[in-house]
């Protein structure tokens, strides 16, 4: 029993060695965004590895419908670039991962469906159209897809952001964008307030266009 107990644990010491040993490191074997931390800047929620990359999680919105335009960051500092919008880290047993998403402020009030009887309070829907401004960083959107776009439990494919009027009442608005990207991304470009993926033409179905809407 002695000798096979030895024998595992001078097993795990060799791999544990190889492991340690290896040309690339124990970080390279991860996702790059896998040990990212977390940090708020501005108006957005950022996950950084430093000196590598980062990427955007969130928009804090402040729920005023004349606070529309969305100047993404282009770096977290000087020699960490921002490559993605979404993304996915991973700290320990915890982490975090899923598309960008724009956060309204607060409200009890959440988003049921478009008939108005379904709610305790007097509520009304608006369209509401942000303009998204990238640079030239810009590399990859998670998962192809963002929060912004995503189906609800009714099926419908739009998201509703609650804010809470002074009359008790609730305007739910529904998120449309107008993208712009900067000429000098290698990776995308706009036209018309869409995005397009320059290697391929293709659009990019990640967002609910406000040009799409009839």
Same mark, same amino acid.
């Given at each position: 029993?002695?000798?096979?107990?030895?024998?595992?644990?001078? =097993?795990?010491?060799?791999?544990?060695?190889?492991?340690?040993? !290896?040309?690339? *490191?124990?970080?390279?074997?991860?996702?790059?965004? =896998?040990? %990212?931390?977390?940090?708020?800047?501005?108006?957005?929620?950022?996950?950084?590895?430093?000196?590598?990359? =980062?990427?955007?999680?969130?928009?804090?919105? &402040? *729920?005023? $419908?004349?606070?529309?335009?969305?100047?993404?960051?282009?770096?977290?500092?000087?020699?960490?670039?921002?490559?993605?919008?979404?993304?996915?880290?991973?700290?320990?047993?915890?982490?975090? !991962? *899923?598309?960008?998403?724009?956060?309204?402020?607060?409200?009890?009030?959440?988003?049921?469906?478009?008939? $108005? !009887?379904?709610?305790?309070?007097p509520v009304t829907f608006e369209d509401l159209v942000f303009t998204l401004n990238f640079g030239e960083n810009l590399e990859l959107i998670y998962d192809n897809?963002?929060?912004?776009? %995503?189906?609800?439990?009714?099926?419908?494919?739009?998201?509703?952001? $609650?804010?809470?009027? &002074?009359? *008790?009442?609730?305007?739910?608005?529904?998120?449309?964008?107008?993208?712009?990207?900067? $000429?000098?991304? &290698?990776n995308y470009y706009s036209k018309d307030g869409i995005m397009y993926s320059k290697a391929t033409d293709k659009k990019i179905e990640a967002f609910p266009y406000? =040009?799409?809407?009839?």
């Open positions: 029993m002695r000798k096979i107990r030895c024998s595992i644990i001078l =097993a795990l010491a060799v791999l544990l060695s190889v492991f340690a040993c !290896s040309c690339k *490191g124990w970080e390279e074997w991860f996702d790059e965004d =896998a040990f %990212a931390k977390e940090a708020t800047v501005g108006q957005f929620r950022i996950y950084y590895v430093e000196g590598k990359t =980062a990427f955007v999680d969130a928009y804090f919105w &402040s *729920g005023d $419908p004349e606070d529309t335009v969305i100047d993404f960051p282009d770096e977290y500092n000087a020699n960490t670039p921002v490559k993605k919008l979404g993304g996915e880290s991973t700290i320990g047993v915890t982490g975090h !991962s *899923g598309g960008f998403s724009i956060e309204a402020p607060k409200c009890d009030v959440y988003f049921k469906s478009l008939n $108005p !009887s379904d709610y305790g309070v897809h963002t929060s912004l776009y %995503a189906k609800n439990a009714i099926g419908n494919p739009y998201r509703y952001l $609650p804010v809470s009027q &002074s009359d *008790g009442s609730v305007i739910f608005y529904r998120v449309l964008v107008v993208v712009n990207v900067s $000429p000098d991304n &290698s406000a =040009a799409d809407v009839k």
